[in-house]
């Protein structure tokens, strides 16, 4: 079942499920009001029952004049319901329906002189009929006087005062539920309206469900489809919606992920072929030499195995340099990190590299502050990006003078180290800036054209800064060549 369909049934079940359970309360509430509204209309209807109860009282002090007379209480009854025009509404509870009629005919069992069936355990009294109306008259200890009070039924109880003083109660019992009369039919009229307001609700409810889910549902179509051509290797797919909820935010996270893979897609084929012509040119070179020499074209003698030997060097620092930086992508490089002091380590670095430029003619320059900084480092692995920028200066830059500067940057959050290296050779276009540190990426007419740089040593240089929590980045120089500057994070 599609997700738009299980999403209109739960919302629409819901709703109807509500919808019932409200119409089942209002239905309920409404028998009970009337209920009780009808309870007290009726007594109401019998205060003046009680007025002539008093009155009865009064001639004896004493309830003597009605105890036991069955047939003036209910007469009395009778004769202020009818005359309250209570009667006539309420004809489940008229006269005719008090519980002292004359006792039915006998059985045939008892006219043939057997004993009568005994419906009731005795000691017991026999359950109300439905709705039987039910009047006593009770003393003021609510002892019964005249009529019949049953304890199981539940009696709404008018004091009877005279001389302000409670000398009995007129006992009604209370209606459970309605069975005829105009309260009935207000009922049923207002359940069926109920029922219609329901019916409506809940046509209005598929109405609003059926665009709503729609309208929640489509745009997953959409990152659907566009995740199937990503598993196509689509990757130029881009959805477009104009939301701010995590519908939108989601379909934009789709389609960084489809701009990221393109990317990466793009990156691979280059990796490959560029992989392919670094390999292949001191391959072909060797191969010409070697075959140079085994067809006599070429002497066989210590120079030009040299000159083999040199390609295969060439070859063998291309595969470590490679194997160096596809460890660095999978995670394999192994940095083995404790505190340093980082201006001591750079005064080594300087000291190393001095007379390595200066035999390039490359006159070193340096502006090292004057304080201790400790960083969180594997010293080898940082000074071998520190020896990746100074060879790439030394073999591709043409410089004459290459400055090293270490310095601290505070910022409100915290305080890190910057490195910079720089040059006064070749430099590089703003726009090549920010790939220089892609694996193999090379710049037409750059430095590293000049003698064939495989271009893999920023590259590896990045992966070892990155994985100190720093960042590495490029710009051109003051001096005329190129910047790389160092970000560390100060312990």
Same mark, same amino acid.
């Given at each position: ?53 008093? !009155? ?14 069955? /047939? ?40 043939? /002189? ?28 609510? =002892? ?83 995740? &199937? ?33 393109? %990317? ?66 999978? /995670? ?7 505190? %340093? ?46 020896? =990746? ?13 290459? =400055? ?27 726009? &090549?800036?920010? &790939? ?31 994985? &100190? ?17 160092? !970000?560390?994070?100060?312990?």
């Amino acid at each position: 079942m599609k997700i738009q369909n299980k999403l209109f049934l739960i919302l629409f079940s819901f709703s109807f499920l509500l919808v019932a359970l409200l119409v089942f309360l209002m239905q309920w509430s409404i028998g009970k009001g009337m209920i009780n509204y009808v309870n007290t209309k009726e007594i109401e209807a019998l205060e003046p029952v009680v007025i002539e109860l008093a !009155k009865e009282y009064q001639i004896k002090n004493n309830w003597l004049s009605m105890k036991g007379r069955h /047939g003036k209480f209910i007469r009395l009854v009778s004769k202020q319901l009818a005359d309250s025009n209570f009667t006539s509404k309420q004809k489940s509870r008229s006269p005719e329906h008090l519980s002292f009629r004359r006792p039915p005919p006998m059985r045939p069992a008892e006219e043939q /002189g057997r004993p009568p069936r005994n419906d009731f355990h005795e000691g017991r009294t026999p359950p109300p009929r439905e709705n039987e109306a039910f009047y006593a008259l009770l003393d003021h200890n609510k =002892n019964l006087v005249v009529g019949k009070y049953i304890e199981e039924i539940e009696y709404s109880k008018t004091e009877v005062i005279v001389d302000d003083t409670i000398v009995g109660y007129f006992a009604v019992s209370k209606r459970n539920q309605l069975t005829q009369g105009y309260e009935v039919d207000f009922i049923e009229q207002q359940q069926y309206y109920l029922w219609i307001i329901a019916l409506f609700v809940m046509s209005l409810v598929a109405l609003v469900t059926l665009p709503l889910t729609r309208h929640l549902v489509e745009p997953l179509k959409l990152i659907t489809q566009g995740m &199937h051509k990503l598993t196509q290797g689509d990757y130029q797919q881009s959805i477009n919606l104009n939301r701010e909820d995590e519908l939108g935010r989601l379909s934009r996270d789709y389609n960084e992920l489809a701009h990221s893979l393109a %990317e990466n897609e793009t990156t691979r084929k280059r990796w490959l072929a560029n992989i392919s012509h670094e390999l292949r040119t001191p391959v072909a070179i060797l191969r010409g030499e070697l075959e140079a020499m085994l067809d006599g074209v070429r002497p066989l003698n210590k120079k030009n195995i040299a000159s083999a030997n040199d390609e295969v060097k060439h070859l063998q620092r291309l595969i470590d340099d490679l194997n160096l930086l596809t460890s660095a992508d999978i /995670g394999g490089m192994r940095y083995r990190k404790k505190n %340093e002091e980082l201006t001591q380590l750079m005064h080594s670095v300087i000291d190393t590299y001095h007379s390595y430029l200066n035999d390039a003619g490359i006159k070193l320059t340096t502006d090292i502050i004057d304080e201790k900084i400790n960083v969180f480092i594997d010293k080898t692995r940082l000074c071998q990006s520190f020896e =990746n920028i100074i060879n790439n200066a030394i073999k591709y830059s043409t410089a004459t003078c290459f =400055n090293i500067s270490l310095s601290i940057e505070n910022t409100n959050h915290s305080s890190n180290v910057l490195i910079k290296f720089e040059d006064n050779g070749v430099g590089v276009d703003d726009i &090549h800036l920010s &790939h220089l540190f892609e694996h193999l990426y090379r710049v037409e007419d750059s430095r590293n054209r000049k003698t064939g740089g495989s271009g893999l040593g920023l590259s590896i240089c990045r992966h070892i800064v990155m994985a &100190h929590q720093g960042e590495i980045t490029a710009e051109n120089s003051p001096l005329g060549g190129l910047a790389i500057i160092i !970000k560390l994070p100060i312990v």
